[in-house]
């Protein structure tokens, strides 16, 4: 199973109240930014649940391709302690470095994996008992300053559906949350919302699906966003043929 598969079970596995967590783990920061002067971070994984936990940590690159996220390992970076055990309340301090150079005009990419191991001898619980797994993003800044630089192009796909191509030719990820379509000459109508946060890793582009009733074609839409910095709007600009 692929560790983009594998979080995704954890995913489900927190939505679907027939499933069961072996442990449960908090983690902070949620996002690692490292650079070439600031190369290393600490994070905190506490046990939150109420029995002892132990969790492996392993070190993946983050890309993306055919709109969709991809991982596999990677030695640009090390986590340790590799491998530890919590006991319920307890905190462990995960250390993460870089072990390369920082690219001179693109952010590198990659991801925190924390998987829980489950117990030889596991509680027995009520329904399906799914190890938790939890993928911390983990950003290498470039040495020159750089900022993402998104387009969005929307095409039709279906009836009442249609994609949202967000295409980043910056050198820097775009990170978007509660992202909107608006109609441009009247910001205050929502066409779609889509909730889930959106990565737009840099020279690569990303896809959304909405469902809604299309504005005739050639109305001027934007996208409205929050991104870390503040909110921001840029236009959608025509499909390419």
Same mark, same amino acid.
């Given at each position: ?93 995960? =250390? !993460?470095? *870089?072990?390369?150079?920082? /690219?001179?005009?693109? &952010?590198?990419?990659? #991801? $925190?994996?924390? @998987? ?32 993402? =630089? !998104?387009? *969005?192009?929307?095409?039709? /796909?279906?009836?009442? &559906?249609?994609?949202? #191509? $967000?295409?980043? @030719? ?72």
């Amino acid at each position: 199973m692929s560790t983009f598969i594998q979080t995704i079970a954890w995913l489900a596995a927190a939505i679907l109240p027939c499933l069961t967590h072996a442990g449960s783990f908090s983690i902070n920061p949620v996002r690692i930014e490292l650079s070439g002067t600031r190369p290393t971070a600490l994070v905190q994984v506490k046990n939150t649940g109420d029995a002892p936990v132990t969790v492996q940590l392993s070190t993946l690159a983050w890309s993306q391709a055919g709109g969709e996220d991809h991982m596999e390992r990677s030695r640009d970076l090390l986590a340790t302690p590799p491998v530890f055990t919590l006991a319920p309340g307890a905190v462990q301090a995960v =250390r !993460v470095g *870089a072990l390369r150079k920082p /690219d001179p005009a693109t &952010e590198s990419t990659y #991801r $925190l994996l924390l @998987q829980e191991i489950p117990s030889a001898n596991p509680p027995v619980l009520n329904g399906l008992q799914v190890a938790l797994n939890v993928s911390v993003p983990v950003f290498l800044a470039a040495v020159r300053p750089v900022v993402p =630089r !998104v387009e *969005a192009r929307l095409r039709r /796909d279906g009836e009442q &559906e249609f994609m949202l #191509r $967000l295409s980043n @030719q910056g050198g820097a990820t775009a990170h978007f949350l509660n992202l909107a379509l608006i109609s441009k000459e009247a910001p205050e109508k929502v066409v779609a919302t889509h909730a889930a946060a959106v990565y737009v890793l840099p020279g690569q582009a990303r896809e959304l699906r909405f469902r809604s009733s299309m504005p005739e074609t050639g109305h001027p839409l934007k996208v409205r966003a929050e991104t870390r910095p503040g909110p921001i709007e840029f236009d959608v600009l025509p499909s390419l043929p």
